[in-house]
């Protein structure tokens, strides 16, 4: 990956040109913004720049052929510490912060980190999923962000703000990210072939939210598929609980076992609902409604016969939100969809 091809984030990209032109780069940073937006790919971006041995340092770019940068792209430069949160875990080990047990902070990243650089200029860890570092790993983190050692750089990869412990927010240069806009986002998934045209492209674009990770499970045909039947079941005013709830947990299933996967099915399954309740509540409003054509058939066919009026639109659109709030915050996810399909029937009654 180059800098010319990476899209979006320009303002970021000037913001840390601008520091390392002047010298006065920070040493600990916690980018902030949506999954699957590029944060980890600026991390690694910087890293190579700051990393190149042909580059001056005191510029964002790099010549992208020297042993170096190579070993960025596969991983294995000695001066590049990457640590994230194992398929099979809930969050990060605190192993890979401060060591086995046996030999606690000798080895780890806390330890590596205060390590002499093999290339002589820097030490660069980045911490993806730092939302699960919990409090235990935070807490071994303290020392390390407050007493950096020289020549480092520190980067955690979180998708809130909220989500990090205000020992760990005060300690950080916070840089935040957007989502990136429609048609960088449309480009994006031509080029990584998720799908065929870009008209295609354009339509999971605008209902991504921004987000790379987001269009891959659009691009699914299973889930457009489920999507068409939950915006049919919506629409028709009268919902059957037993039938939405397992069909949302049946989607969820067929992401496999692993409970992140789990629930981010989950969560763009919500999402779809929370849009389908918005764009209820504008056209209940008088306004035209915007999206796909299955959205607007959907929305055409709830006004139809929907009782609840504008209020009772928007009671459903802001138990959507709270119910993807509830999935964030790692709730059971068998009751929480039991609970949001419940509550759906009784307020599409009301």
Known sequence: MQWQ????????????????GRGRLATTFLF??????????????????????????????????CEDCVQVDASTHPDLIQIGKPADRAAIPIEMLIGQREARMRSG?????????????????????ADTLGQEGANSLLKTLEEPPLNSILILISTRLQRQLPTIRSRCQ??????????????????????DTIEFARQIASHAEGSIEQARLLADTELAEFRANLLQQLAAGKIDIVRLASGLIGIADAAGKEAAARRDRLRLVLSMAAEFFQALTLSIEG?????????????????????PGVEGAISCWRRCLEGIEQIERNANQTALVEAWSASMSALSKQ
């Open 109 to 129: 990243l806390c330890h590596e980190i205060h390590l002499r650089p093999y290339s002589g200029r820097r030490k660069i860890a980045i911490i993806d999923d």
């Open 287 to 307: 306004a035209q409604t915007a999206g796909d054509p299955l959205l607007r058939s959907a929305v055409a066919t709830a006004n139809e016969h929907w009782r």
């Open 174 to 195: 916070v840089v935040r990210f957007q989502p990136l806009a429609e048609e960088q986002l449309a480009t994006l998934i031509l080029s990584n072939e998720l799908v």
């Open 32 to 65: 902030v913004g949506p999954a699957g937006i590029g944060k980890r790919t600026f991390a690694r971006l910087l890293a190579k720049s700051l990393l190149c041995r042909k580059s001056s340092g005191r510029e964002l770019n790099f010549c992208g052929r």
């Open 5 to 20: 091809g990476f899209l979006g984030h320009e303002q970021q990209r000037a913001w840390f040109a601008t520091a390392l």
